[in-house]
């Protein structure tokens, strides 16, 4: 994120898109990380998309059960969740809630998007198709980041021979080659 913001002084806009998002756990933590080191006053958006309207329904939702939060420090809690009465549950407050939009996309169909993105989580999600799509969607990934955009994968996944595009940051991570 520090290099993200670096790059984007000139603009103060910056753009993430977590692919496969599921029941919002992963947008929700991308979206605290961006609030907490970028200036609110930045224009900054994270688009969360999944195939699965039910599951996209939950992230919209944003509530989620005390301990499926465990992980999150006190202080995050009480920044960005509130205790729903009697139930055991918190909901995501509406600060957070507003620099994301869910939509519901399949990865195999035309993508809505016009502009480009600094970073794209697709973790867990390429286990899911064979080798020939998985390459197709590495080159439309490419092709809609940012130059020296940032991709993020799932432990269980690797680029293969399919990086042309992309160099390894980490296991995980991968930065777009110029």
Known sequence: MPEVIRQHQHDKRVRIWSAGCS?????????????????????TKLLASDLDSNVLNHAKSGIYRKDQLKTVSEPRLKKWFCDRT????????????????????????????????????????MIYFDQEIRKR???????ILQSNGYLFIGHSENLHNN???????????YQQIN
């Open 86 to 125: 009697n139930d055991n549950q918190v909901k995501v407050k509406d600060s957070l809630k507003k620099i994301i939009t869910f939509n519901q996309l399949n990865l195999l169909h035309e993508w809505p998007m016009r502009g480009k993105f600094d970073i794209i989580f697709c973790r867990n999600v």
């Open 137 to 143: 969607l590495i080159n439309r990934y490419a092709k």
């Open 163 to 173: 990086n042309r595009y992309f160099k390894p940051l980490g296991r995980t991570i």
């Open 23 to 43: 029941t919002g756990e992963e947008p929700y933590s991308i979206a605290i990380i961006m609030r907490e080191m970028i200036n609110p006053n930045w224009n």
